[in-house]
């Protein structure tokens, strides 16, 4: 069974940063895109990053400039550097795979509040 988890998440004050990892127990995991979805308290899961296998990225038009995904997959681990947080990107942050995705995991909890 396949496993993410995620970890990094905290409480920070808007314009901070924090740095995201999620380890995933997936085979083949250099083939697969991944990405990392979010979901705010009341609010549907969204798209946030995805990297392809070949290291493309794309982001949502919220978190451009700010946010970059990264994989390192020798370690089976993706990455979210998050710079200058907003309070509207509070929320629990997931990896997945981009496409037909996998059993969530627990998330990363990300409060940005002064």
């Known amino acids: 069974q396949v496993q993410l988890v995620e970890s990094g998440g905290g409480a920070v004050q808007p314009g901070g940063s924090l740095r995201l990892s999620c380890a995933a127990s997936?085979?083949?995991?250099?083939?697969?895109?991944m990405a990392w979805y979010r979901q705010a308290e009341g609010k549907q899961r969204e798209l946030v990053a995805a990297?392809?296998?070949?290291?493309?990225?794309n982001y949502a038009d919220s978190v451009k400039g700010r946010f970059t995904i990264s994989r390192d997959n020798a370690k089976n681990t993706v990455y979210l550097q998050m710079n200058s947080l907003k309070p509207e990107d509070t929320a629990v942050y997931y990896c997945?795979?981009?496409?037909?995705?996998?059993?969530w995991g627990q998330g990363t909890l990300v409060t940005v509040s002064s």
């Open positions: 997936l085979r083949l995991f250099n083939i697969y895109a």
């Open positions: 990297i392809t296998s070949g290291g493309s990225t």
């Open positions: 997945n795979k981009r496409n037909k995705v996998e059993l």
